[in-house]
């Protein structure tokens, strides 16, 4: 907490909501909107999350820069039925996730045969300013001063985008250089 003060729970990041949700005597429910101000970080095993703009990233390094990740995912509904036993998405349906009451949100099981796709978005805080990007030519652009610097780095060592550790390394050495 921002006083201070340690306060431990079972804790989990809902990436599909956004939100992060603790353990309330066997209710899982969504930390509120209201409690923002007064948290300062929060630690999930040896991951570090911060609340920028009242969303939970983790924070992957601290220095010169701040490089951030912002975990998502996407959830497709089942196919309904369609013409000559197909099954289609964009037919109307319905689902519900979470039900509000009181300002917090209460978890709802995602009902079977949804599509859940994890994805992340990188973001970086240098001298005030934050950039995301969401893939490798999105960060090529960022750094198009040093678009042969970064190049060179991509042919020498193995970068994937989803690698965690392999972003931090390459956005250090071209933050470095």
């Known amino acids: 907490m921002k006083t201070g003060v340690q306060q431990k729970t079972l804790l989990n990041y809902n ?3 956004e ?7 066997g209710t899982k429910l969504a930390i509120a909107n209201d409690s923002f101000d007064k948290i ?3 630690f999930i095993k040896d991951k570090k999350f911060i609340l920028v ?3 939970f990233f983790e924070l992957i390094y601290h220095s010169k820069f701040n490089l951030f990740v912002e975990h998502k995912c996407s959830a497709t509904p089942p196919g309904k039925p369609a013409a000559f036993g197909g ?3 964009t037919s109307a349906s319905t689902s519900v ?6 300002g917090m ?4 099981k995602l009902p079977d045969g949804y599509d859940v796709q994890p994805y992340i978005y990188y973001w970086i805080l240098k001298n005030g300013v934050s950039q ?3 893939n490798m030519k999105q960060l090529k652009k960022m750094y198009q001063n040093k678009i042969d610097l970064l190049n060179a780095y991509l042919k020498q060592h193995n970068v994937k985008y989803d690698n965690q550790e392999s972003i931090t390394q390459l956005i250090k050495y071209l933050e470095s250089n």
């Open 53 to 55: 703009e009242n969303k």
């Open 19 to 25: 939100e992060m949700i603790y353990d309330n005597y």
């Open 40 to 42: 300062d970080t929060i």
């Open 105 to 108: 949100k209460y978890d709802l």
């Open 87 to 89: 099954t289609s998405q």
């Open 132 to 134: 995301k990007f969401a």
């Open 15 to 17: 990436s599909l909501t």
């Open 97 to 102: 996730s979470t039900i509000s009451s009181q």
